[in-house]
């Protein structure tokens, strides 16, 4: 069963330093979702791409946080630099994109420490 | 705005039965079921489009009342991999995305 996979699993770093995630979503899947959950609360939307072109990025904090998803298949989520306040699990999600169904498959996500 | 999850947990022995109720204040297109184990991701439960519709997962079940904006979740007869936390998440159409409710943690005993 294919499957949106996510790398690294865990990322501990110290604040002030910067980080990267990689998603790689379901082969045909044209929307990906970058999500951020906080311990104990549902996943929140940070930005969403439609293809290549960003779809809705705002509750993305962009003085930090950049996205980007260059040939419309794999994406990379940076925080730059890392503040105490962003330790949370990083979630990728991905679609077909059909707006009336949007099924949406997760990842296993990255959980990030930040010290 | 984020819908309104409740109960906030809820503790079960195996056989017995839950209801989950998901709440929102805006029109919807549509309520999708999410289950969450520690340390693992969201798990596409179903999903419940404008109509009133109700689906069935093993036996799990769902609702969706269109004039109450409310959706209930239903676990017949429980069993111990029910276990974990249950998202709401609705989709109000613009983009197709969705927004979570914080979830209801699920605990079946032996």
Not at chain 1, 31 to 47: A, K, M, S
Not at chain 2, 4 to 24: F, H, K, M, T
Not at chain 2, 74 to 93: E, I, M, P, V
Request: aromatic share 10%.
């Amino acid at each position: 069963e294919a499957e949106v996979a996510q790398s690294p699993r865990y990322k501990i770093t110290e604040k002030s330093q910067a980080v990267a995630f990689w998603c790689d979503p379901i082969s045909g899947h044209a929307t990906l979702y970058w999500y951020r959950q906080i311990l104990g609360q549902g996943p929140e939307l940070l930005v969403q791409f439609q293809d290549e072109s960003v779809v809705d990025d705002s509750q993305l904090p962009k003085d930090r946080f950049s996205a980007e998803r260059l040939k419309g298949v794999d994406s990379t989520l940076k925080i730059q630099p890392a503040e105490l306040g962003d330790s949370a699990m990083y979630l990728c999600a991905s679609s077909l994109g059909d707006l009336a169904k949007n099924i949406q498959y997760f990842g296993a996500g990255t959980r990030l420490s930040v010290l | 705005q984020q819908p309104v999850q409740s109960p906030q947990a809820v503790i079960l022995r195996e056989g017995e039965d839950a209801v989950i109720n998901c709440s929102s204040s805006k029109a919807l297109y549509s309520v999708h079921w999410y289950r969450q184990k520690h340390g693992e991701a969201p798990v596409f439960l179903m999903i419940l489009l404008k109509g009133g519709e109700q689906k069935g997962h093993e036996k799990i079940s769902a609702s969706f009342n269109e004039k109450k904006q409310q959706s209930s979740l239903y676990l017949t007869a429980s069993k111990l991999s029910y276990s974990g936390t249950y998202f709401c998440g609705l989709n109000r159409g613009s983009q197709g995305n969705l927004i979570f409710g914080k979830g209801t943690k699920l605990s079946v005993k032996p």
